[in-house]
């Protein structure tokens, strides 16, 4: 007979249910069927009732200084580190799903992924003015503006990945980060060999 992992209660042979660890080393998870139904219903209201707006702002907070964190990380290694590009995903993704009032589900994958996308294409612009204004500067121009026309920014961050497509490995491993965060949790039930 085993018992719950949650309430500890004793569980009739034939009666639990068998659930996948939180993660691939941890170990399955004996639950009884009253246990397994308040976790479900718990995972269930992780996705309700979301504060989009919250999230949204919260979002783009950890977005402004994500780029700033791996503009100054890029300038000063002259290197793009994977971690940091982990870095931004992770901190856009708790930062949406705080603001979200600590919810999950796909609305805020998206909204994380969004925000994450943009933080990486400021911070590319930001990086790529960087370089532009120390070469155009050792040629005597000066008083280059922060934000320049829209079009042009865009254009030198195409440009940009042009010349260095492993930039696209570093916002695919940031993107990954802003997805996988606030999915919604689930049980994933083990079901028992036949043999």
């Known amino acids: 007979m085993a018992a719950c992992a949650n309430c500890g209660v004793a569980i009739p042979a034939g009666s639990e249910l068998t659930f996948r660890g939180t993660d691939r080393k941890a170990p399955d998870v004996t639950m009884c069927s009253n246990c397994a139904r308040t976790v479900e219903r718990t995972f269930q209201a992780e996705t309700e009732d979301i504060n989009s707006v919250n999230a949204l702002l919260l979002g783009l907070g950890a977005a402004a200084l994500s780029s700033v964190v791996w503009y100054g990380a890029v300038v000063v290694t002259n290197l793009q580190l994977g971690i940091i590009a982990v870095g931004v995903g992770w ?20 909204l994380s992924i969004a925000i994450t996308v943009l933080a990486m294409a400021f911070s590319q612009y930001l990086i790529v003015r960087h370089f532009a204004v120390q070469s155009l500067a050792r040629r005597g121009y000066t008083n280059i503006p922060l934000l320049l026309p829209f079009d042009l920014m865009v254009g030198l961050i195409v440009e940009s990945i042009r010349n260095d497509p492993l930039t696209l490995l570093f916002w695919a491993i940031a993107v990954w980060e802003a997805y996988k965060l606030p999915g919604a949790r689930r049980l994933q039930k083990v079901t028992p060999a036949t043999g």
């Open 91 to 110: 901190l856009v993704a708790q930062a949406v799903m705080l603001g979200a009032g600590r919810k999950r589900g796909a609305s805020l994958q998206g």
